[in-house]
């Protein structure tokens, strides 16, 4: 059953979907984002050290989670209804070939504006073991009907 | 993959051409370029994250929803800001880390539709020696409607 403005709370929860990450789904990525960064395809160039960061071996793109995270919410958002309208993300932890992640979206508040509905939403992305690489917010619009 | 082939895929290429850190100015507009979103590009984009809600994929699901026809998934922008920029663009540079980004909707990308962009860095800063742009980008499509806009923040390669 689709959700509706009136009905949601905070504390609701939304499941994102499971997603593997693999050097596969990277390349994947790169060809389909056209964002070629060696950060993400050579593994040589990644044994470098990037300022004070050191991530030995490939990442996937940040904006890989940002795509799974805009996924979650336009699946939830097209049942109801509703559209996305807002999304704003930071990247705590690398992710690497061979982690799995799953973003999880938390209903923090509602509010109506003059003319229309917004139902504000938490986001984190965890991998397989439980920590947290990505977080954000996003915003759905719930048109006034 | 007929984007790829017009597309320089060694990132190292340009690296000499581009701007770094110190060249960069606040509030001077990036050097961009139009591009025609094909239902190939959104569709490969789709596979890339799994995207599989049929408004991306089924013309005739698609005209019955209020969209009125196919559209890409908001999060095209990904895709949208390679299309857009030269080879020479400092968003290339090797080494250049995405540290956040924020991006508001305001109606769907269409298969068909020629894009353009309006982009320039908004503001750079040092915190912890790591050296921060501040991106601020516009989308648009062929009629001049506001497609999306966002802001990113990089950490350049120093």
């Known amino acids: ?145 | 993959m007929g984007q790829t082939e017009r597309f320089e895929t060694d990132f190292w290429k340009h690296a000499n051409l581009r701007k770094v850190w110190d060249d960069i100015v606040p509030g001077e507009p990036r050097k961009t370029i139009p591009y025609t979103l094909t239902r190939e590009a959104i569709e490969l984009y789709c596979a890339s994250v799994g995207e599989d809600h049929p408004i991306y994929f089924d013309e005739e699901y698609a005209k019955r929803t209020i969209y009125g026809g196919l559209i890409a998934p908001p999060s095209i922008h990904i895709l949208l800001m390679f299309a857009c920029t030269p080879a020479d663009d400092w968003m290339r540079s090797p080494g250049t880390v995405n540290a956040g980004q924020s991006w508001s909707y305001n109606i769907p990308a269409r298969p068909g539709d020629v894009i353009t962009l309006q982009a320039r860095a908004l503001d750079k800063f040092i915190r912890r020696e790591r050296l921060f742009v501040v991106h601020d980008n516009v989308f648009f499509n062929q009629q001049g409607q506001v497609i999306c806009s966002g802001r990113g923040w990089t950490i350049r390669p120093q």
């Not at chain 1, 790169?30 to 593994?43: E, F, G």
């Not at chain 1, 044994?47 to 004070?52: D, Q, S």
């Open chain 1, 1 to 145: 059953m689709s959700v509706t403005f009136e009905s949601l709370r905070a504390g609701d929860s939304i499941d994102g979907p499971i997603f593997p990450v693999s050097r596969e789904s990277i390349r994947l990525f790169c060809d389909a984002s056209l964002d070629y960064n060696p950060l993400h395809l050579d593994d040589e160039y990644m044994e470098g050290n990037f300022g004070k960061t050191h991530f030995g071996g490939i990442i996937m793109h940040g904006m890989n989670n940002f795509g799974l995270i805009s996924r979650m919410i336009t699946d939830w958002a097209y049942a109801a209804g509703a559209i996305h309208r807002r999304l704003e993300t930071r990247w705590i932890k690398p992710v690497r070939p061979g982690d799995t992640i799953q973003p999880v979206g938390t209903v923090r508040s509602k509010q109506t504006t003059a003319k229309s509905h917004w139902v504000l939403i938490d986001v984190t992305v965890c991998n397989q073991t439980g920590e947290k690489v990505a977080s954000g917010e996003a915003m759905v619009e719930f048109p006034a009907t």
